[in-house]
């Protein structure tokens, strides 16, 4: 596959995604990385897409791999720490997507992951520091967070 094909064969398969059609989006991806094996783009939707599924462990792997081959990919890091917490490895995969809070601190995403681990797993404590830090960066989120923040009781009344 030349250059163009990728690109092309990648926005197909996010296509597919948005979708919802995750089964399709995953053999697309797997062509890419059959050339390409540690192709950004592709492994990134293809941990997205295992996620969905919720096939964990598949999805942890395909991060993991991403990791092995671009070690500052906080978009990875964000979701092999997701992939953890779902499977029961909180202590892990938090540590994850806070090494993805500091590679990447202008992102949104991994605080709202942290959060919801934290939420998931009734783990107050460190989402106090999260919760915290994520409305000083991004005060336009703040009543998207005071919801998710509310919703696993991680704050009180009293901290919004």
Known sequence: ?????????????????REKRFADAEAVLKTVLEERPGDRGALDLLGFVLFFQKRY????????????YHPDNAYAMNGYGLCLARQGR???GLRSIRRAIET???WFDPYWDFLSACGEHGR????????????????GARDRLLRLARRYSLIGSDDA
Not at 1 to 17: N, V
Not at 130 to 137: D, G, M
Request: charged share 40%; proline share 4%.
């Open 1 to 17: 596959m030349d250059e163009k094909t990728i690109e092309e064969t990648l926005r197909r398969a996010g296509d597919l995604s």
């Open 57 to 68: 462990g598949e999805a942890e792997a395909v991060c993991a791999r991403s990791l092995a």
């Open 90 to 92: 909180v202590d892990e």
């Open 104 to 106: 990447s601190p202008g």
């Open 124 to 139: 107050k404590r460190e989402a106090a520091e999260i919760y915290s830090e994520a409305l000083r960066r991004f005060p």
